[in-house]
């Protein structure tokens, strides 16, 4: 498991970190298809629309922002390994 830095926005700067780690566990969830490059550290809008299917597909709000605290629902248990239940 792992913990965002900072919140994951359109319209904010984003650590690189964080931008890579939501991308691999986007990706486990089948939200996320691996690239033919591979996943890089760049925000972009593939993984925000990844995670607006993820947020639609467990009920919470749909606004494609992945908060350092998220409130925590009834999740599938593959799900607490992005950092979507803090």
């Given amino acids: 498991m792992f913990k ?3 919140t994951l926005a359109r319209d904010i700067a984003a650590n690189p970190k964080d931008v890579v780690n939501v991308k691999n566990g986007l990706n486990r969830l089948g939200f996320f ?3 033919s490059y591979g996943f890089t550290e760049y925000p972009d809008e593939r993984m925000f629309a990844a995670i607006e299917a993820l947020q639609s597909a467990t009920g919470l709000k ?3 922002l992945m908060r ?3 409130q925590c629902r009834r ?3 593959a799900v ?3 950092p979507i239940c803090r």
């Fill in 80 to 82: 607490h390994s992005l």
């Fill in 68 to 70: 350092v605290e998220y």
């Fill in 62 to 64: 749909r606004d494609g």
């Fill in 33 to 35: 298809p691996a690239p």
């Fill in 75 to 77: 999740l599938p248990s």
């Fill in 4 to 6: 965002l830095k900072n």
